[in-house]
Nanobody, 123 residues
Framework: QVQLVESGGGLVQPGGSPRLSCAVS????????MGWYRQAPGKQRELVAT???????NYADFVEGRFTISRDNAKNTVHLQMTSLQPEDTAVYYC?????????????????WGQGTQVTVSA
């Protein structure tokens, strides 16, 4: 089993800079891409940012340089440093990890999701 646990959400004032963290635990061989997604009320879940196991980031257009994704491969964690938050950034933020597991000659690549952490931007 693989578990993802997010932390760092909460109520943030406009312009705030919270940092989200996600820790991956369980039985697996390695973690490929990791990422953050978000879902606002009444909207579909959307990509925020991803990072490869080599550390190459990719951001959604709406990030516009405000967020930075990073990962610590030794600790199996991924972080999202957010800055200049606005009310439209209010959403549940989800962590995703693409995990590789070897079972004898079989290679399994599976995506796992965290339970989500609420980020509310309001004065």
């Amino acid at each position: 089993q693989v578990q993802l646990v997010e932390s760092g959400g909460g109520l943030v004032q406009p312009g705030g800079s919270p940092r989200l963290s996600c820790a991956v635990s369980g039985t697996f061989s390695s973690i490929n891409a990791m990422g953050w997604y978000r879902q606002a009320p009444g909207k579909q879940r959307e990509l925020v940012a991803t990072v490869t196991n080599g550390g190459r980031p990719n951001y959604a257009d709406f990030v516009e340089g405000r967020f930075t994704i990073s990962r610590d491969n030794a600790k199996n964690t991924v972080h999202l440093q957010m800055t200049s938050l606005q009310p439209e950034d209010t959403a549940v933020y989800y962590c995703k990890a693409s995990v590789r597991t070897y079972w004898g000659s079989v290679t399994l690549d599976t995506d796992y999701w965290g339970q989500g952490t609420q980020v509310t931007v309001s004065a």
